[in-house]
């Protein structure tokens, strides 16, 4: 049966963040033994419902969702009952809950000092302490302080207050893909008169390329 991986990108109203996925997809492809299938939940083309009519029978199949955190996305619009019930079928966790992942969000960004972690989030019930492992997990391994935000979370813009005026100014890194709506909220959630300083979003260059690479090496190999 021929293996396939399709990785799913929830999609972007920026046509530009849109073909920047496409175009990861298509380096993924040459580098990989397996075919790679790139597709969207909305807003892109190919769509997930239409990738799934055409490879849900006769393959075998890794999904890898690029998403960060258990919720509507993930519980809903991916898994659906005929997904469940496929033998044929590997679908892999949302990133937050994948070491490799955090190995190089720790790699990527050269952690030193004060962090958090934020998110859009959701209300799955793991999906704060999804994300608030990953911060603990962080803290030991870079040896700084290091906590997690949630958007959806209410108490969010106190408990960075709080954590500002314990260990003073510190660092945010966006889990999202480009400058975008989330982007933007996540900026704008510290009081003011906070010190601290936005990091880069993940974008489809070659970081997050080099760890799908790797994992799904990793995959092929097994």
């Known amino acids: 049966m021929k293996h396939i991986t399709i990785i799913i990108y929830h999609g972007s109203p920026n046509e530009e963040k849109n073909k920047s996925f496409?175009?990861?997809?298509?380096?993924?492809?040459?580098?990989?033994?397996?075919?790679?299938?790139?597709c969207f939940l909305e807003f892109g083309s190919p769509l997930w419902k239409d990738t799934w009519c055409t490879y849900s029978k006769g393959y075998q199949l890794t999904i890898l969702p690029l998403i960060f955190l258990r919720g509507k996305h993930y519980e809903e619009d991916i898994i659906g009952k005929e997904l469940e019930v496929n033998p044929s079928v590997n679908l892999l966790s949302p990133l937050v809950e994948d070491s490799l992942f955090r190995d190089y969000i720790q790699q990527n960004y050269r952690i030193k000092g004060p962090l958090v972690l934020a998110a859009h989030g959701s209300d799955h019930?793991?999906?704060?302490?999804?994300?608030?492992?990953?911060?603990?997990?962080?803290?030991v391994s870079a040896s700084t302080p290091c906590m997690s935000v949630l958007l959806v979370d209410k108490n969010s813009?106190?408990?960075?207050?709080?954590?500002?005026?314990?260990?003073?100014?510190?660092?945010?890194?966006?889990?999202?893909?480009?400058?975008?709506?989330?982007?933007?909220?996540?900026?704008?959630?510290?009081n003011t008169g906070i010190s601290f300083h936005m990091l880069e979003p993940l974008s489809f260059n070659k970081v997050i390329e080099r760890y799908i690479l790797e994992k799904m090496t990793l995959k092929e190999g097994s």
Not at 22 to 38: C, F, P, S
Not at 125 to 139: F, I, V
Not at 165 to 190: A, R
């Open 22 to 38: 496409l175009r990861m997809i298509e380096r993924l492809q040459t580098d990989l033994h397996n075919k790679v299938v790139g």
């Open 125 to 139: 019930n793991t999906a704060g302490e999804a994300l608030s492992k990953m911060a603990r997990e962080l803290s």
């Open 157 to 190: 813009t106190n408990k960075l207050a709080d954590f500002h005026q314990e260990f003073g100014s510190f660092s945010v890194i966006p889990f999202t893909f480009g400058k975008g709506k989330v982007y933007q909220e996540i900026k704008e959630l510290p």
